[in-house]
Structure formats: structure tokens, C-alpha cells
């Protein structure tokens, strides 16, 4: 059941992607035609390029990820993110490549409106008619809930407050006696009954909000569903908001379930890893005469080196330097860093205009390019700021 659940996950991502080279693809052709010109071998190139690159740019900020039920805005924030840092690399390519006057730069910036008009429309309109079928009854899946707990109640309200999962709740299930309830609101049979509705393909999924405690209960009634088709659920009652990046693996024959893990791993980590080399070199090959005039303007006007290399924490826990421009007439990296406040004294006359810039943090794509650092991610504070914080954010260090 879980691997067909994965499967679904998986055909649908592929037809958003599928989708979106399609639209990518079509927009380009659409602009080149709109301006009179001739779609020649130059423009494919340009296509096939971009095509690349969006994808690089797409799963290393995990664009085609699952999200959170109300989260559609952020979907569409982060598809325009994607766009325009995928048509700025394609920009800065040809730039490099002294083939820009190859290609029409208008034609390039209608291409960039007519693809993210694309993206945008057919993802609203998709959002529309899946909405409008699910307020008609059409295509909802029926779930019912084993265990009228706390836990089991707060899966009813967000199924009833997201309309868009299209979820419909016919009720609670639940072996103990109505005085031991809370509530006998929407209780509407014991376990046995659910499990003989499910094996009657009366209801798509099943979730189980029994307590952990209950764990020889819970084995039960999963390996009743066992020559079922219903997808059965696990919705613990402890954790809820803490398990990070869970995910479920074994050992052997023990299940385990991931508290804490990192999100990066096989291709993912491939994909960004990638991104993360191409982005930086090109950034500090485009940047270099900025990078070279900063430098200059440090070494004339203040005494002391161009940079400065602060300890902070990287993946793992592990202590990297980052590197920066120096901007004050101190090199504060112990245990105790005083944080900048305005007119201070300690920041020099272009430190004051790098730190107003954020000029000062450009030396930090060489951490990016040899891996100490990653483009799109948690900006790492310096180790004495992390100490701090550690001890008033939960979970802090993980984030």
C-alpha cells in the first residue's frame, strides 16, 4: 500500500515536470514567432540549455515536492523564484559565452513573461477544475478515522478546513465504550466495522489515530487490511510537529522512523551539488571585476587583510570558515561576537556601504564552490550567535 502511495507521489510529480518542459518548450517557439523570427539551430541550443538548467534549478529548491495542504501560494512563490534564477543563469551563460547578439534579448524576455504566464495558468487552472469536481462529490476519496482520540479529531478538522486534498470523512471508529469517550460526536461503529468496510472497498483510506501504546491493537488491524486495497495510515499521537524530514526505513526486519535526518541524499544531494558548482563558478567568473574593485578599495582605505574568515557552523555540526569582505577595523571570531549595531564605530567607510550592499558576504560563493556552503539553504550565524540561540529555539541547530 505504501509503495502504490509512492507510486502516485511519483506519477504525478512526472506530469508536472512533463508539463512544464512542455510549456518551456512551446514558449519559446511562441515568442520567436510572435517577433517575425526564424526558430533557428542557435534557438534549440538556447532551448536544450534552459531545459537543463531549470531542471538543475527546479530540484535543487525542490520545486516538484510535496507540500502541505494551504500551501498552493507558496507553491507559485517558489515557481517564480525558480523561473527567474533559471532565465538569469541562461542570461549569464550567453553573456560568458559572447553569443549574445546571436539571440533576440527581446525575444528572450518574452519568453521569460510568456513561460512563468504559462506555469502560472495551468497550474490555477488545474487548481480550479480539481476543486470544482471535489465540491461536486466527484473523485473524493472516502476516509474513515480508527480511534476517536485528540490526535484523530485534529485529522477530521484539517480535512474539513483543506476541501483541496479531496478527502471526504465518513466517521470515527472505535472499540471502547461511549462513557470512556470524550466524544461520541461522528462515531459510527466499532474497529470490526471498519475493517469489514474496508474490505468491502467501502472507504479508499484508513487512518489509525490510536495511541503508541496500543501497538499490539495497531499490528492487528494492519495485518487485517492486509488483502485489502484500502491505504492504511499511521497517525501518531506524540511528535506531531517535531518529526523533521521524517521518513520511514529498516534495518533488517525493524522499522525505523527518521526524527531527524537531513533532506539531502541520492539524486537530491546530486542535483544540488551540481547547481551549487555551476552557480558559484559562474557567479565569481561574472563577479570577478566587482570582486577585484572591492578588494582594492579595502586595501587602499583601511589597514589589515581584504578578508575576513569567521567560524560557523556547516552540515552536520561541522566548524567551516566563512569567508568575507572586511568591513570593520576589528576580526571578532571567539566566543563572544558583539553584534554591528548603526553608526558603530568599528566598521570602516566602505565596510559601512558593503554591509548596507550585503557586498560583503560575494567571497562566500568559494565556501559554495568547494562545498562548505550551499546557494540555496539555512544561512549558517557564526558560532558564537548559534551557541546562543541554541539555548531559546528549539530545534534550532536542525533548521
Known amino acids: 500500500m505504501d509503495n502504490i502511495t509512492q507510486l502516485k507521489t511519483h506519477t504525478h510529480t512526472s506530469i508536472y515536470r512533463f508539463i512544464d518542459m512542455l510549456i518551456l518548450s512551446s514558449s519559446l517557439i511562441i515568442s520567436i514567432k510572435i517577433l517575425g523570427n526564424t526558430f533557428s539551430q542557435e534557438y534549440w541550443l538556447l532551448l536544450f540549455a534552459q531545459l ?3 531542471s538543475y534549478v527546479g530540484e535543487s529548491m525542490q520545486l516538484y515536492r510535496t507540500i502541505r495542504a494551504g500551501q498552493f501560494h507558496l507553491r507559485l512563490m517558489l515557481l517564480l523564484a525558480t523561473t527567474t534564477l533559471s532565465f538569469l543563469l541562461l542570461f549569464g551563460l550567453v553573456f560568458l559565452l559572447k553569443i549574445s547578439e546571436t539571440y533576440s534579448r527581446l525575444g528572450i524576455v518574452l519568453w521569460f513573461i510568456t513561460s512563468i ?3 502560472y ?6 487548481r480550479h477544475i480539481k476543486h470544482k469536481r471535489y465540491r461536486n462529490g466527484i473523485n473524493l476519496r472516502k476516509i474513515a ?8 479529531l485534529r485529522l477530521r478538522d484539517e480535512i474539513n478546513k483543506h476541501p483541496e486534498v479531496g478527502l471526504e470523512c465518513i466517521g470515527f471508529f472505535d472499540d471502547r465504550a461511549p462513557d470512556r469517550l470524550e466524544s461520541t460526536e461522528s462515531l459510527i461503529g466499532n474497529v470490526n466495522d471498519a475493517l469489514e468496510r474496508a474490505q468491502n472497498n467501502e472507504i479508499d483510506k484508513l487512518y489509525i489515530c490510536l495511541p503508541i501504546s496500543a501497538e499490539k491493537r495497531i499490528g492487528q488491524i494492519i495485518q487485517s487490511l492486509g488483502d485489502s486495497t484500502v491505504d492504511v495510515l499511521l ?12 521518513n520511514i526505513s529498516s534495518i533488517g526486519k525493524i522499522d525505523t522512523i527518521s526524527v531527524f535526518e537531513s533532506p539531502l541524499s541520492g539524486m537530491r544531494e546530486f542535483y544540488k551539488r551540481t547547481f551549487d558548482i555551476v552557480f558559484s563558478a559562474a557567479a565569481l567568473i561574472g563577479l570577478a571585476p566587482v570582486l577585484i574593485g572591492i578588494a582594492l578599495a579595502i586595501k587602499l582605505t583601511s589597514p589589515g587583510p581584504i578578508l575576513f574568515r569567521q567560524d560557523r ?16 577595523r576589528v576580526m571578532e571570531n571567539s566566543d563572544v561576537v558583539i553584534q554591528a549595531t548603526k553608526n558603530d564605530s568599528r566598521i570602516t567607510p566602505v565596510g559601512g556601504f558593503l554591509r548596507r550592499t550585503s557586498l560583503d558576504e560575494l567571497p562566500q560563493f ?3 564552490l568547494i562545498g562548505d556552503m550551499s546557494v540555496v539553504g539555512p544561512r549558517p550565524h557564526a558560532v ?3 551557541e546562543e540561540y541554541r539555548k531559546c529555539i528549539d530545534y534550532y541547530m536542525l533548521r
Open 52 to 54: 537543463a538548467i531549470f
Open 117 to 119: 504566464t504559462g506555469f
Open 121 to 126: 495558468s495551468w497550474r490555477l487552472v488545474y
Open 145 to 152: 478515522i480508527v480511534g476517536l482520540t485528540e490526535s484523530g
Open 235 to 246: 497517525v501518531p499521537n506524540f511528535l506531531l510537529k517535531n518529526l523533521m524530514q521524517a
Open 313 to 328: 557552523y556547516g552540515l552536520d555540526g561541522k566548524r567551516i570558515g566563512v569567508y568575507k569582505f572586511r568591513s570593520m
Open 366 to 368: 568559494f565556501n559554495v
Open 384 to 386: 558564537a550567535h548559534n
